[in-house]
């Protein structure tokens, strides 16, 4: 007998980042016992160490050599398959469409807010998501917002507010801008940090990050303004790291669910166009600070930010309460049971 399987499709670069294939890993790791994950992943050299240290099994494809739509179809079309599960807009591009003209069961996940694809499903876990019902025209069914929120297991292997910040002498700060960091911000960050408010920060330097010299010499700035640095290379268990600390300065993409869920306050910024509505409206509503571009923000303007951050302690303990609120870290959970029902 053939067993019940499900495919998922995603791609991770330096370019795109991890957050396409972290959140199709909260999906694969709920999985019923009953159901096999088919894990079609693709991108860099980094991919297959990633997926092993997340415990994925995937089959995997180099950028230059990428599953072609027909090899997709086929492993959809297989005996025993209940759905694919999408992560890219590219992908979903390409897909989506063949997928419905064959009948198959598509499950796509989206950041846009502007996906008019053929879908079964539509997954949209950003918090800004329920008033986007329309942007979704085509979409059989929308789980859209936090109660949907994909977080992997090395997030939820803490309980719900595992972080409990103080604000000590020497705050403990984090500063992580995805897996890949493409646009530098991380050692940006660090030259700008204001030496009024000592730290101790911990960098997180992802399976994708590359300019480690660049940070280094950034690094150096900042000891030099009285903070202490460590830098963690591709940590395995980025959720301690968040639970120790006592702030975090960060990306606005799938990061800020997870310092919500455990109760991290965060200052943090757009680095690419799909995370500006879902930063500005969490901003909105008190859950974070922050919510500019970073490549439109000026030195003197991210400088400012930082400190009315780090010296607002009650401001961050505000924050805090109210996106904690918003996270309750079955959001997988729910997405699996109400997609394939």
Known sequence: MTRPSIVFRGDASHAIGYGHLARLCALIEELDPGLEPVALFGGDSTVAAWARGNG?????????RPW??????????????????????????????????????????????????PADVIVNHNFHAPALAAPYPHARLRLLGRRYLLLRRTIRRYPRGACRPVDGARLRVVVTFGASDPVGATARTLRLLPADRPLAVTVVAGPGFRDHAELALAAAVAVASGHTVEIVQAPDDLGALFVAADAA?????????????????????????????????????????????????PDDLVRAELFAFLTGGQRRRIQRQRALATADGNGARRVLAEALA
Do not use: M, N
Request: hydrophobic residues 50%; proline residues 6%; aromatic residues 2%.
């Open 249 to 297: 300065i960060c990306a606005a993409g799938g990061t800020l669910g997870e310092l919500a869920y455990l109760g991290c306050p965060a200052l943090a910024f757009a680095i690419v166009p799909d995370q500006l509505l879902p930063v500005r409206a969490q901003v909105r509503r008190g859950l974070i600070a922050g919510g500019r571009t970073w490549s439109d923000t």
């Open 56 to 64: 994925v099994t995937a089959e995997l494809r180099p950028e230059a």
């Open 68 to 117: 072609t739509t027909a090899e997709v179809l086929a492993a959809a079309g297989a005996p025993g398959v209940r759905a694919v599960v999408i992560d890219g807009p590219r992908l979903a591009a390409d897909l989506a469409p063949a997928l419905d003209e064959r009948g198959l069961r598509a499950v796509l996940i989206d950041d846009s807010g502007d996906c008019a694809l």
